[in-house]
Nanobody, 123 residues
Framework: QGQLVESGGGLVQTGGSLRLSCAASDRTFSTMGWFRQAPGQEREWVAA????????YYTDSAKGRFTISRDNAKKTVYLQMNSLKPEDTAVYYC??????????????????WGQGTQVTVSS
């Protein structure tokens, strides 16, 4: 099993910032992405980054506000979140990712998930 440990979540006000971290095991650390799941909703992809860190991808809601990065020596992926909104409230997860068959999205290529980290944005 690949190990994933997310951290850095918390409670912030609208407009605030948080930096999430995800430590991954050797087996899991590859092209990586962040997902989130709000109460009563399905988990959705948010951002992805290739192995070199030179290519990054975001959902429309994350563009311009979130930045994904990685430190391969530490096997850690980060998500810097700025200008947070109440609709960003969710549990955030990271995982190894791959493009969906139509190339329009990203999905987890590792079936095992970490515990996630809660992000709550108050209005």
């Amino acid at each position: 099993q690949g190990q994933l440990v997310e951290s850095g979540g918390g409670l912030v006000q609208t407009g605030g910032s948080l930096r999430l971290s995800c430590a991954a095991s050797d087996r899991t650390f590859s092209t990586m992405g962040w997902f989130r799941q709000a109460p009563g909703q399905e988990r959705e992809w948010v951002a992805a980054i290739d192995w070199s860190g030179s290519s990054t991808y975001y959902t429309d809601s994350a563009k311009g506000r979130f930045t994904i990065s990685r430190d391969n020596a530490k096997k850690t992926v980060y998500l810097q979140m700025n200008s947070l909104k109440p609709e960003d409230t969710a549990v955030y997860y990271c995982n190894r990712v791959q493009r969906t068959w139509d190339g329009s999205n990203w999905s987890a290529s590792n079936p095992y998930w970490g515990q996630g980290t809660q992000v709550t944005v108050s209005s």
